[in-house]
């Protein structure tokens, strides 16, 4: 890609327009790859969270009363905007969370969100029913309100998309924040929003912390629905937040520690190619990456040497805007220490048997070497916690019940796989696996496009995907009517 030095000036979109914090206060982005200063960011106040919550409020009855065909207008409009910028959205998130411009399909999946959800509202229906005799019985799928949507960094315009659509395409107003190390792609999209020309209110889009303006949103009396993707730890201050105040509905996609069960049958270079890619995407940075893998004993040797030359030949590490990359910094220096925290502590307790360096002395960016554990104990805190980082434990197994209970012992469900030629055992292993997705020879990022994303355990609550995420933002009335009897 063409090195691009246009200045990024991002703002906020509240009631139509778009603007810095009201106070003025601004927070810096660096590009991780190089730690030179990317943009100024708007912080929004407290004002500016209220402010945008009190022009959803005013756009919904509007925006709900105008039927979900004319709403459907807005989004084909902005998906093709957001295809047509594909090449600077791509760039702005490189520079502010570090994802090679080589990986990024992000706005292409966003603008399809908004394309399925721009024809997919005809699904949403109540039903009918005669059986209560004298009266007709009917239920009606009615929008909530205005709708909060809180983001995380690692893959933020495909969440901004997947959360905005089924939310404004039911009738419902948004107040979406984006996330403090990834704003810059997201506002640009507020850009493109602006010139779409929806009704001022309907989709408005802050950018800061998650204090003051995730907080608020999270305990705010006028939002009666909030999405949330993010990691565990937040998702329980949100869960907070809406108890103690208005009991808002909440949907939360939060972290992973994602087992992949190798057994000795399986086919041991597909599986070495599609565990590495797993662990790989993003820098690691994957709620569902298979951070955990468990191999059958009898071929562990064969599997992690596999493993590894798969690991260090395609990980190609670099500035995120060379289209040669494919392995980004981490997003961040708080990113990284905290993966450098892992590795050091793994080190400690378990054996390094690749990579296990930071980079940042030689390249002055945030780069974490593709790195590989064995024989991490099970309960050592590098097995037991989210890394998010290029960072994999291989542990070894014997049994198909000494690999489930392995898998199982977590908190956290939200992505399995399972890799064995033995068809009954790929079922018996995903029916005990407690988790919220199963790939069967596959592992994630592999999804099928219309099954439902979401955990078990402290995973989340709540699932989300093309069939499922309209009626997160639904209520649902039941209506009984009497007939008169003749
Ligand atoms: P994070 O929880 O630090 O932040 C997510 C968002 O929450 C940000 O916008 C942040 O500003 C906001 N926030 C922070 N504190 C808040 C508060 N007190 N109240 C309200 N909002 C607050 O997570 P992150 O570091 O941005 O993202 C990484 C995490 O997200 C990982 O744990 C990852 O596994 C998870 N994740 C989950 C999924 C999924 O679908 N399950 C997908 C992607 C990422």
């Given at each position: 890609m063409a090195p691009d030095n246009t200045p990024v000036r991002p703002r906020m979109l509240i009631n139509g327009e778009l603007v810095g914090a009201s106070d003025g206060k601004t927070f810096p982005i660096y590009n991780p790859a190089t730690r030179e200063l990317s943009a100024e960011v708007p912080e929004a106040s407290a004002d500016d969270t209220n402010a945008a919550v009190a022009a959803a409020k005013a756009a919904f009855p509007?925006?709900?009363?105008?039927?979900?065909?004319?709403?459907?207008?807005?989004?084909?409009?902005?998906?093709a905007l957001i295809r047509e910028h594909r090449d600077e959205l791509a760039r702005l998130d490189a520079i502010?969370?570090?994802?090679?411009?080589?990986?990024?399909?992000?706005?292409?999946?966003?603008?399809a969100q908004y394309d399925y959800y721009s024809e997919a509202w005809p699904i949403v229906q109540g039903q009918a029913s005669v059986n209560t005799p004298g009266f007709?019985?009917?239920?009606?799928?009615?929008?909530?309100?205005?709708?909060?949507?809180?983001?995380?960094?690692?893959?933020?315009?495909?969440?901004?998309?997947?959360?905005?659509?089924?939310?404004?395409?039911?009738?419902?107003?948004?107040?979406l924040k984006s996330s403090e190390k990834a704003p810059l792609a997201v506002a640009r999209i507020a850009e493109l929003v602006v010139e779409v020309g929806f009704p001022p209110g309907v989709f408005n889009i802050i950018s800061g912390h998650g204090v003051p303006s995730g907080q608020i949103l999270s305990r705010h009396m006028d939002v009666?629905?909030?999405?949330?993707?993010?990691?565990?730890?937040?998702?329980?201050?949100?869960?907070?937040?809406?108890?103690?105040?208005?009991?808002?509905?909440?949907?939360?996609?939060?972290?992973?520690?994602?087992?992949?069960?190798v057994f000795e049958d399986a086919d041991l270079a597909k599986t070495a190619a599609k565990t590495q890619f797993s662990i790989q995407n993003n820098s690691g940075q994957v709620c569902m990456a298979n951070s955990r893998i468990y191999v059958q004993k009898s071929i562990a040797e064969k599997f992690i040497e596999a493993f590894k030359k798969e690991f260090a030949a395609n990980a190609r590490a670099g500035n995120p805007l060379d289209t040669q990359t494919n392995h980004g910094p981490q997003a961040d220096e708080v990113q990284y220490r905290n993966v450098m925290m892992y590795i050091e502590e793994g080190k400690k307790t378990g054996t390094l048997a690749m990579?296990?360096?930071?980079?940042?002395?030689?390249?002055?960016?945030?780069?974490?070497?593709?790195?590989?554990?064995?024989?991490?104990?099970?309960?050592?805190?590098?097995?037991?916690?989210?890394?998010f980082g290029p960072v994999v434990i291989i542990n070894t197994f014997e049994t198909e019940a000494?690999?489930?209970?392995?898998?199982?012992?977590?908190?956290?469900?939200?992505?399995?796989?399972?890799?064995?030629?033995?068809?009954?055992r790929a079922m018996r292993v995903a029916k005990a696996l407690e988790s919220g997705y199963v790939g069967i020879n596959c592992t994630s990022p592999m999804?099928?496009?219309?099954?439902?994303?979401?955990?078990?355990?402290?995973?989340?609550?709540?699932?989300?995907?093309?069939?499922?995420?309209?009626?997160?933002?639904?209520?649902?009335?039941?209506?009984?009517?009497?007939?008169?009897?003749?």
């Open positions: 509007a925006w709900s009363a105008l039927g979900p065909a004319k709403r459907a207008g807005y989004f084909k409009k902005l998906a502010s969370m570090g994802m090679p411009v080589s990986t990024y399909y992000y706005a292409h999946m966003a603008a007709m019985t009917m239920t009606l799928r009615q929008p909530y309100g205005v709708v909060a949507c809180i983001i995380p960094w690692n893959v933020p315009v495909y969440f901004m998309a997947a959360k905005s659509a089924p939310a404004l395409i039911t009738g419902n107003t948004v107040v009666r629905a909030l999405s949330f993707t993010g990691s565990s730890r937040t998702g329980k201050l949100i869960q907070e937040e809406a108890a103690r105040t208005n009991l808002k509905k909440v949907v939360l996609e939060l972290g992973g520690k994602s087992p992949a069960i990579g296990g360096n930071g980079k940042l002395e030689d390249t002055n960016g945030f780069f974490v070497e593709p790195t590989v554990f064995v024989n991490q104990p099970e309960e050592a805190r590098i097995t037991k916690e989210e890394v000494e690999a489930i209970a392995k898998a199982n012992d977590t908190e956290f469900g939200l992505y399995a796989a399972v890799f064995t030629r033995d068809v009954s999804t099928g496009h219309d099954l439902p994303f979401g955990g078990y355990k402290g995973s989340g609550q709540g699932r989300e995907g093309l069939l499922y995420s309209m009626n997160n933002f639904l209520e649902t009335k039941s209506v009984i009517m009497q007939i008169d009897e003749e």
